[in-house]
Each structure stands twice: as C-alpha cells, then as structure tokens.
C-alpha cells in the first residue's frame, strides 16, 4: 500500500521477526492521486495475536471496509488459492450474508490482490478465483428483498498479481506503478470506482462512518464460530466424502449389488452392515481429532449418504423376495388344487405360509444402520396374492360353470328338438319335465363342487340361479331356432300322416279311403306343430287358448271361408293382432298375423298332394273295373243275339274268336295297354304305334319255337323247351311289370316338394297281378 498511494503506514521489520503489525484500522491520504482518494489499512484476519476464538473484531472490520470503501483491495498469497481458509473463504461469506441485510446495494469493487505470483499464468488463476467469488455468493443464504440479486449488483470484482517484493524487488515496483495508474480518476465512467451510488459528502464522511461502524458493531450475527470449527467442518466434510467414495468402489459392495440384481441374496442385510460399519469406523478414526459436535453431524450425514446410496439395492431385493414369494404360492396353490384339496383352505394355508416365508427374508436383509420398513412390500404382496387368489377363484369358477353349461346344453338341445319334432298332445309339458329334471340336476351338482371354494350364500344362489337361466335360455334359443322351420316340419307331419295309416304302413289309395278325413287329420297335426311353436311355455301356471283358436279359425272354418281371408277382414278375427292373449310379448315365437301368412302358405304347397291322391284313387278305380256299365251289357245281350246264335250254330267261328283272343290278350299283356295310356290318350297311342310291330314279331317267334320244341321227341327235351319257355315268359313278366312301374311312376310322381303317394303300392299290386293274367 505504502508504494502504492505513497502512503506511510507502518510496516513489519522482518529482521525482529514476523508478528502483527497493523492493529485496529489506519486511514491515509493517497499521494499524488487525483481525485483525492483515502486509504484506510486493515488488521489482518488471521493473525495469531487475537487468538483463535476472538475473530469477530475481523468480521467488524472487513464489513466496515466493504460498506465504507469503494474499492477493497485483498491481499492473496498465490499458493493460497484454491484453499478454504487462507483464502478468506469463511470470512467473506459471512461478510457477504450480513452486508445483504444490513446495506442496501451499492457496487464495491473488490480488487484481488494476488502476491508472490509463480509460474502459473494469470489467465488460469483468475477464474478459479472468479469461480470461488460465485460459490460464496451462490451459497450465502439471502433475504427475501435480496433472494434473486446477482452477485455483480454488490461487487465488481478484479484480479491482479505481483510479483514477490524480496525476490523480484525492481519487477514488483514496476508492477505496482502500473496498478497505481488505474487509480487515478478511478470515479470516471469505467474506473475502478465508476459506480457512485450512495455516494456521502467529504464533510459528511465522519458522521457516515460512525453511523455504519455502530450498526456493525451492535449487529450479533457477526459472532460466529471459531476457526476450530471452521476447520473442522471443512475436514470432516472432506473425510466423509472420501469415505463415501470408498464405499461406492468397494469390491464388497459391488459384488454384493450385481448378486441383488440377479436375484434373492441370502445374509444381505448382515454383509451391508459389515460394510458400512467398516467405513463409519475408518471415519471415527481419521475424525477423531476435531471437534465434537461438527464431527457427530458430519459421521450422520455420511451415515444417511451411504444408506441413501445402498437403497435401491435393497428395494430391489424386496422386489425379488416378493416376486419369489408369489411365484411360490402359485406353484403350491396349483398343486394343492391338483390334488383335489378346497379352494379356501389351500389359500389360506399357503397364504400364511408364503407370508412367514417373507418375514423371515425380510428380516434377513434388513440393514442395522436402518429403520427401514418392509411393510408396504409386505402390503404388496399380499395384495397380489389376494389378486392371484381372486382371479384362480374366478377361473376355476368360470371353468365349473362352463362345464355344467356344457352339460346342460348337451342334455337339453336332442332331447327339446326331438320333442318339438314329434309334436306329441303334451309337447311343452314335457319339455318342462325334462327342463326341471336336467336342471335341478346340473344345480345340484354344482353346489357339490363349488362347497371347496366357502362362497357365500348369495354368490351360490346367484350362481345356481345363473344356470337355471341358462338352461332356460337353451330351450328358448331352441325354440327360436325350430320356430324357424316350423312350415317344414308342418309340411313333413302332414306328409307322414296323409300317407301313413296307423300302423305306419304306407297308404293304398284303393278308393275305399276317406281323402277328406284324412287331410283333415293330417291338417290337424300339422296345426298342433304349429301352435306348439307360436309361443314359450315354459310356466306351468299359464294356461293359453292358441291351439284353440287356431283350430277354430283354420280347422273348424269352412273352406270358402278359409280361402277368402284375405278379402274377409273385421274385429272379429281372433288372428288379427301381433300378440296371443294371455301371452307375454317376449315369449311369442311367431304372431297370430304370422300364423296365418303360413297356414295360408302351408296349403298352398299340400294341395297338390292331395289332388295327387284323389287321381290316384281314380286311376286304381279306373283301372280295376274292366267292364262297362250294365245298361251296355243289356244292350250287348239283346242287340248281340242273333250274332251268337250263329256262333253256337257254326263251331269254327268260336275257335277263331277264342284264337283272335289269346293273340289280343297277348298283345294287351306284352303292350301294357293300360300302363300306357295312364300318361294320356296322346302319349299313349304314339307309343303303342311304335311297340306294336316289335310286339308282334316276338310273339310270333315265340310261337315257331314253341311249335319246333313240340316237333322234337324225347321227354328230357319237352321238359328242356318247357324250362326255356317258363324262362322266357319270367322274362318277359320282369319286363312288362317294369314297363308298367316306370309308367305309373311316370303318372303320379310329384313336381314339387311333395313325394309319390299311391304310385309305388299301385306298381306292386300290378307286379302282382301281371304274371296272372299272362299264365292264364
């Protein structure tokens, strides 16, 4: 300072020695400066003659400059930088923290003096300076006016270095002249006093100073700790990290947290606390030495860090513990159910085990340093136990109803669609029988097996009553379904019973049946079918009146009646609603207007059927009364006797009639006259006209073997020729009779949906009677 401002403040005679020279604050005039510049010399902060707890006169002091001064010079030994205390670390951030509170801003320069500079360039020195400036700052705690406040709204800070006096005397003169010039016109825009806020008068100076150095001195934050304390909040905290480090590489602690990440590790709660301890001990040690307050605070921060460290290890053999756990109780539940043991009492008893199980895992890995608790991976895991429960329950649960429903359904569709196919007198009540019967057995079983499971009362009743739902729904369902093809089944059942007698035999339409009574019965059962399939009857207490009414109006209504519903429309129909009394919207198949539509369709497609039978009868009537009517017969006889008594008087004639006979009575058998005209008169000349030479010709053949078999002695071979001619005229009877089927299958075959009725048995009575006529 003194070959600086040219000022002559006292100085330290090294050749006594090396003590305190500066005591209080000394203030001079700047020589030679202009503008006029005071200087002010400070006691130094660490010196050894106030003793190690008395640095509050230091706090006062270097606040008094920073509020007073509008540059602060700080002298820095070079190999001071970087270090805590030589550096006035501590120093300035209390500085720092009371001069927010007690001063409003104002920019102070602070002009870091660097002393004894070595080889390591200005240029690297000065940002970690700079940078050690910042951290003080940034942690200074601040009040709430000042909490957002950069650091360059209080200080604007400069660094310079010199070199040393005692080594280098003529450069460090020659480095100080230079700094010297900065100082002149330092309150010029750009100086190193360039801003002059708050500025005080000369004349107000005294005052000023005295004002601030009182608040200074009555303010108690300024009594901080010792240096002690200082040191060995720095040391233990440095000791503490390396600990810390330490145990981050431990080998130890390494393999143990790869072994974790793999899966459950047995003793781990044992083999972390060996190593924690290892390493809070080692810091006992080292620690040992400084203060005891600052040394316990610091041992529970590296406690806490190194616990805050080891943790997710542990979470993450909690996480394996339990996911092993509740791989286990899957595996032992499944088993016990394997086995045949009750759903209930195999989770309870391995819930409990699993649960033990864990504690004990639990308890294995818990570390001592810790209060850790496992309680809620302890809830987790029984919550997923509970979930996996709740879900196998729901499973097999799902699977006994699946496998009853199956049963049911199994039970129920034959056996329902075999009764709506028969259409019996009791249809419906004997499908409620057998629905009431499959289902109270279904229902019984399945409390049998659900008993393992301990369910409550209503969950049972909701389930039974869920399969007695679903029983009913088959017959519903099957109901829809053959509701669908009732005009087929119609059509079949009067087909079965209008070609059917009562023995199931097939009908001969001989003439002798009675067609209109039997359609009536065969339109009757097939009107049962339908009314058994217009509604559900599930219920036994709800009579209705649809067979009735349909037997009424389709029945027991005159045909010219029936055929004229479409012009005939009037409140009167019982037929002309959507909805059967008594009869609940949902359990109507099929309406009453759709009744109609069908039965109107249902004749439609059975009337050829029965005109097909009445032509039959016909034809069996026609071709079964060969002679004419008796008044030609009187006519024949009394026209035709003088005819015959020339036949009795001239015996030639008979034989050639009786020859003329047998040669047409050939001819009509191997023609099959009849047969032939069944198709028309048309038809049937034109194929007789085009079989009758070849008729003629076989016949006469027939006749030239016949009488060259007769010409040929021996009775070994008239028996050969009778055999060739009983063979042939066999043959001939296939023949014919085959002609004759194909014809009357020809004449009452069926265009339509409808089958052949009467041809087949007239085919077989002609079968039948053919080779008679030809013997004969």
Not at 40 to 63: N, P
Not at 672 to 686: K, Q, S, T, V, Y
Request: proline share 4%.
């Amino acid at each position: 300072m003194n070959h600086l401002f040219h000022t002559r403040f006292r100085e330290m005679d090294a050749f006594k020695g090396r003590s305190q020279t500066t005591k209080g604050i000394w203030i001079a005039k700047c020589m030679g400066i202009e503008p006029c510049t005071i200087a002010m010399d400070l006691e130094g902060t660490d010196g050894r003659e106030r003793g190690e707890d008395d640095t509050a006169f230091e706090k006062q002091s270097a606040l008094f400059a920073l509020a007073v001064s509008d540059i602060v010079l700080i002298n820095m030994w070079c190999h001071d930088i970087g270090r805590e205390q030589a550096a006035n670390k501590p120093l300035l951030k209390t500085v720092f923290q009371v001069m927010m509170r007690l001063f409003s801003p104002r920019k102070t320069t602070l002009l870091f003096v660097i002393r004894d500079k070595t080889r390591t360039p200005l240029e690297n020195l000065e940002p970690i300076l700079r940078e050690d400036i910042q951290k003080i700052w940034d942690a200074v705690p601040k009040p709430q006016a000042h909490k957002h406040t950069p650091l360059s709204e209080f200080f604007n800070v400069e660094v310079t270095a010199l070199s040393s006096y005692e080594d280098k005397e003529e450069k460090f003169k020659e480095e100080v002249a230079q700094l010297r010039q900065r100082f002149f016109n330092s309150i010029a825009p750009g100086g190193l006093a360039g801003d002059r806020r708050g500025v005080v008068p000369a004349s107000g100076f005294s005052i000023s100073a005295q004002q601030i150095w009182k608040v200074i001195r009555e303010n108690k934050d300024l009594d901080l700790p010792a240096h002690k304390v200082m040191v060995a909040t720095v040391r233990c905290e440095e000791i503490a990290d390396e600990k810390l480090g330490c145990l981050r590489s431990d080998e130890g602690w390494l393999e143990l947290e790869e072994a974790v990440q793999s899966g459950p590790v047995r003793g781990f709660g044992e083999k972390l606390s060996s190593i924690i301890d290892a390493y809070l001990s080692q810091y006992d040690e080292e620690a040992i030495f400084f203060d005891e307050s600052v040394r316990n605070a610091k041992r529970k921060q590296l406690e806490s860090k190194a616990l805050d460290f080891v943790y997710p290890a542990y979470t993450t053999l909690l996480g394996h513990l339990r996911s092993k756990a509740v791989d286990d109780f899957k595996a032992k539940l499944e088993q016990s159910l394997n086995n045949g043991e009750g759903f209930a009492s195999s989770v309870r008893m391995w819930t409990e085990s699993i649960m033990l199980e864990f504690e004990k895992a639990s308890a294995d890995a818990a570390v001592r340093q810790a209060s850790w608790s496992a309680s809620k991976v302890r809830d987790k895991l029984h919550r997923d136990i509970e979930s996996h429960a709740s879900s196998v329950r729901s499973a097999k649960l799902s699977e006994i109803t699946t496998k009853f429903e199956k049963q049911l359904a199994k039970a129920l569709t034959e056996p329902v669609e075999s009764l709506f196919e028969a259409g019996g007198k009791d249809t419906w009540v004997s499908i409620r029988k057998l629905l009431k019967r499959e289902t109270e057995a279904a229902v019984s079983e399945l409390s049998d097996c659900i008993s393992g499971f301990e369910l409550d009362e209503e969950t049972v009743e909701r389930m039974q009553q869920s399969l007695r739902d679903y029983a009913k729904q088959i017959v519903e369902n099957k109901a829809k379904e053959e509701s669908g093809k009732i005009l087929i089944r119609m059509k079949d059942r009067f087909s079965t019973v209008f070609n059917h007698d009562a023995d199931s035999l097939p009908r001969v339409w001989t003439g002798k049946e009675d067609i209109r009574a039997i359609t009536k019965d065969a339109r009757s059962a097939s009107l049962k079918l339908l009314s058994d399939m217009a509604a559900i009857r599930l219920e036994d207490e709800k009579p209705d009146r649809i067979e009735n009414v349909l037997h009424s109006s389709f029945i027991d209504r005159p045909a010219g009646a029936i055929s004229s519903q479409n012009r005939i429309e009037g409140p009167t129909d019982p037929l002309a609603s959507s909805t059967w009394e008594e009869v609940h919207p949902k359990d109507t198949l099929i309406t009453p207007v759709q009744c109609k539509s069908l039965w109107r369709q249902f004749q439609g497609e059975t009337e050829y059927t029965v005109t097909q039978a009445i032509s039959a009868q016909e034809a069996y009537k026609r071709s079964n009364n060969w002679l004419p009517p008796p008044w030609a017969i009187m006519a024949m006889v009394i026209l035709g006797f003088n005819e015959f008594m020339l036949l009795l008087k001239n015996p030639l004639y008979l034989m050639v009639i009786f020859v003329a006979y047998l040669i047409g009575k050939a001819i009509w058998v191997q023609m099959d006259i009849p047969g032939e005209f069944r198709h028309g008169a048309l038809p049937g000349l034109l194929s007789l006209s085009s079989k009758f030479v070849p008729t003629i010709m076989n016949i006469l053949k027939r006749l030239a073997e016949e009488a060259q078999a007769n010409s040929t002695p021996g009775g070994s071979e008239s028996q050969n020729a009778n055999s060739r001619i009983s063979s042939n005229q066999m043959q001939h009877s296939d023949r014919v009779s085959s002609t004759v089927s194909n014809a009357s299958v020809s004449s009452v075959g069926s265009s339509g949906v409808d089958e052949e009725y009467s041809s087949p048995n007239l085919t077989q009575r002609r079968r039948t009677n053919l080779p008679e006529a030809e013997f004969s």
